[in-house]
Structure formats: C-alpha cells, structure tokens
C-alpha cells in the first residue's frame, strides 16, 4: 500500500513503473530498519543519561569505537555477500546463493573473534589512548568490555542482512527492528537500574500513569549494572535478532527455493569472497578513519567548530539512511539483473534510484533550507553554536544532495563487483584530497571551519564526477563474480 501510494504521487515519473515498485519495496524495510538502530542509540543514551554526564560521554565513545570495528568488518562482508547472492539469484542457481552465505559467516567469525578477544583483553589500553578522564574511563572500559564479548553477534547480523537483500526478501528487517527495539529497552531498563530500583526511573516521568510500568519489571530478577547493564542489554537483544535471522531461513517463503541439502564449506569460493571483501574494508576503513582526522582537524581549529560539526554529522547520519536504503536495493537489483544477463533493466534500476534518492535527500536538504534554527534546537540552544550551526547546515544541505548519487552510484558499481575501483577512488577522495586539503586550508592557511569544509565539498565533487564517469563507461557490466 505504501509503495502503491509513493509510486503514484504526481511528482514522481518512474523511467519504468515495475522496477520503480522493485525498488521501493526492497529499500524501505531497510530504511525502517537501519532508523530503528539509530533510535535504539538514542534510546540507549537517554537511559544512560540518568547516571551522569560521565556514563553518556562513555557510552557515545564506546559505541562509536564499537561501530567503527563492527561496520569495517560486518558491513563489508555483507556487501561481498549481497553483491555475490544478487548475482546467483538472477542466474537462479540458488544453492550457491546459500553457500555465499555460509562462506560470509565463516569469514565473518574467522575475522571477529581475533576482534573479540584482543578486543576484550586489550580494551583498558585502548580506551586509555584517547580519552583522558580517570572517571569517563572507568566507565568506558565497563561498557566497551562486554561490547567486544558480543561484537559476533552484529558482524553476523549484518552478514545475514545481505544475504536477505541479495535474494531481494527484506520483509523481515522491519519486523525484526521492532523485536529488537522492544528487547533492547526492556532489558536495558532492567539492566540498568535493577528491579529494585526502576520504580525510580519511572517516578520522574510527567507523562500520567507512565510510573506504574514499573511492574514489567518485576517478573524477572534484574541486577542493578549500571552502564554494564546497557551493554549486556544491547548485545542479548542483537543475539535475539540474529536467532531470528537464523529462524527465517527455515521458513517455508525461502525454503521453496533454497535447498539447504549437500551444502559445505568451499574454501575456494570463501578465498573469491575474501577478494571480493578485502577492497570494501579498505574502502570502509578509509571512510571512517578519514572522518575521525575530520573531526580532529575540526578540534584543533577550536571548540564551538568541532561541537557544530558533530551536530551535523548525528542529523546526516540520520537523514542519509533512506539514501542507503536506496542504494542497498539498487546494488541488489544490479546484480540480479547482471545475472539474467539483462543490461537495459540495470540502467533503468540505477536511473529510478538516483531519482528516488536525490527526491528523498532533497527533501532534507529543503528542510535545512527553511527551518535550521528549528533543527539546531533539537541538539542546543547555545547561541554562538547556532550561529555557526545555521549557514553550515544550509552548506550540508549541499553535500546531502551530491551524497545521495554518490551513495547509489558506489552501490551501483559495488553490487555490480566494481569494488576495486570504489577502494582506488575513495582512498584518493580521502587521503590525497579532503584530508590534506582540510589541514591545508582549514588549518595551516587559517581559513578555518569554512576552508575544512569547503575542501570537504571539493572533495564530493571529485568522488562524485569519479563515481558518474565509471558507470557510464560501462566496464562494470561485464565483471564476474
């Protein structure tokens, strides 16, 4: 119904009405599910937020510590997963489509349990390296600990994920986001502040009768933890998600394709999927260090300019994931068109889905436009930080709408097998471009905030021109995966 209604609104003139359909109803689970997990962040952090500033502080540097390893490592299998099951599922050869996955979840604990235990053992040296506060890091190491112990569980998670997008059956994302939000704030809860203690939680809500919940959590023994507790909450609920991943595959919509009978483990075809992933981490590993020295640079030219870009990067990291949701549909359909051997419709999918996400980002970016300081409010009302924030979330307004192709056409030539190209191209966007342009100008020439972000811009437009130019050559139609 909701494809149906967004398919038929005037303003939208699909290339071809049927893929357009394809798209939408492939992407949007994956939209629901990925603002599902940003809201359980949020979520997390205002539970937290009633122990203190220095739990809040620790529980945002663990996670981003957390995510960092989970997406170089997880989200690169799954796209070598995804782009490798698209491509068996249109040449219909579905026992290999289940073999890619088998293959993707060997490489994934293969990779992650060296994670996991040096993680674990090392993780009081690591958090010790950046952050400064005796008190922060105490609850740093508490939180990030147990991370690392269950860090499996989200690498496997996304692992699954392409699985599921490459043989185009995302319906299940929406209602496994909602199952593992209602665990994960049950538990955390409980976890967090004890049975004993969470009538305390609720007794200073404003909202009439909200303080008699209470009771849900007197039907199980929980321990007060604290920021353990968050932790140990997030990952049971992960673990949950997983098992009904797991659950699925055995349900009568896959398994009237997917014949699980004399499937093994191949280390020939694991040795091509390790190919096919090593350029994605590179690529993976380049984005996030490449933002992290950003925002270093950002803190070296002062204060109130690293807060603003902070600000900005939590409402795009938000606003970009009906881009993804796109671009994750868009690489599954490439694929599974290059299978068929069906070239014209892999033209028509890419054109849909750069239409769909330039309207979607553009909608943010109008929104920017207009009503800043509205949005600015919803993350400070500092002054001096809005006046920064205003004319630099009108300039990200900008960049979203150059990143909403880019996000389609990299997924595009990913999906397709291109992933060596996007490795070279990303590597040059990060480390011979933006950075050293944003040191550069921001800092050495002393331009500042403007000259870090504009040699930012410059930077898209380069990833951008690199990007449109390697898809219309065309030379990604014929790679083989």
């Known amino acids: 119904m909701f494809v149906n209604f967004y398919i038929n ?3 939208i003139r699909p290339y071809n009405p049927i893929i357009a359909k394809r798209i939408l109803s492939i992407a949007y689970p994956i939209i629901f599910a ?8 949020i979520v997390d952090m205002i539970m937290v937020g009633k122990l203190g500033v220095h739990s809040m502080a620790a529980v945002g540097f663990g996670e981003m510590l957390i995510f960092s390893l989970i ?9 070598s997963t995804q782009t490798i099951t698209s491509r068996r599922y249109g040449e219909k050869d579905f026992p290999k489509c289940f073999e890619t996955l088998i293959n993707g979840l060997t490489i994934g604990i293969c990779l992650g349990l060296p994670i996991m235990i040096i993680g674990y053992i090392y993780c009081d040296n690591l958090i010790q390296i950046f952050l400064d506060d005796p008190i922060t890091i105490k609850e740093c190491i508490k939180y990030t600990s147990i991370q690392f112990l269950g860090i499996l569980f989200p690498i496997m998670f996304y692992i699954f994920q392409g699985f599921y997008t490459g043989i185009q059956k995302t319906s299940i994302f929406s209602k496994i986001a909602i199952f593992s939000n209602v665990i994960n704030i049950y538990l955390n809860l409980g976890l967090i502040f004890g049975s004993d ?22 039907i199980f023994p929980f321990p007060q933890m604290g920021i353990a507790g968050a932790a140990l909450g997030t990952i049971i609920a992960m673990g949950l998600s997983l098992l009904c991943f797991l659950v699925y595959l055995f349900s009568n919509e896959i398994r ?7 499937i093994g483990i191949k280390f020939s075809l694991i040795k091509k999927q390790i190919k096919l992933t090593w350029p994605v981490m590179q690529t993976n590993a380049s984005m996030f260090f490449g933002l992290t020295l950003f925002l270093v640079i950002m803190g070296k030219i002062g204060t109130i300019e690293l807060a603003a870009t902070n600000i900005m990067i939590r409402i795009y990291n938000v606003s970009c994931m009906p881009a993804i949701g796109i671009g994750n549909a868009c690489s599954s359909l490439v694929g599974y ?5 069906n070239l014209d419709k892999t033209f028509i999918c890419i054109k849909d889905s750069l239409r769909y996400a330039l ?3 553009g909608t943010f970016a109008i929104s920017w436009f207009i009503i800043p300081d509205f949005i600015l409010s919803l993350f400070t009302q500092d002054s001096q930080l809005k006046e920064v924030g205003i004319p630099l979330l009108r300039f990200l307004a900008i960049i979203s709408i150059l990143d909403s192709s880019n996000v389609v056409c990299m997924s595009t030539l990913e999906g397709a097998g291109d992933v060596k190209f996007v490795s070279r191209i990303t590597h040059v966007y990060v480390w011979i471009i933006y950075i050293p342009l944003s040191y550069l100008v921001g800092i050495y020439l002393g331009i500042g905030l403007w000259g870090a972000w504009n040699s ?5 437009l380069f990833l951008s021109s690199m990007l449109y130019y390697r898809i219309y050559k065309g030379e990604w139609q014929s790679i083989s995966v």
Do not use: D
Not at 34 to 41: H, V
Not at 256 to 262: S, V
Not at 337 to 341: M, R
């Open 456 to 460: 930012f811009l410059f930077g898209f």
């Open 71 to 79: 997406a170089i490592v997880g989200c690169s299998i799954q796209i």
């Open 337 to 341: 068109y290059l299978g068929e051997k």
């Open 197 to 218: 203690n969470i009538h305390s939680y609720f007794a200073s809500s404003i909202v009439p009768g909200f303080n008699k919940l209470g009771i849900l959590w007197h």
């Open 9 to 11: 609104m005037h303003f």
């Open 34 to 41: 990925n603002a599902s997990r940003s809201i359980m962040g």
């Open 256 to 262: 009237q394709n997917f014949t699980f009978t004399k």
């Open 359 to 361: 309207l979607i980002m």
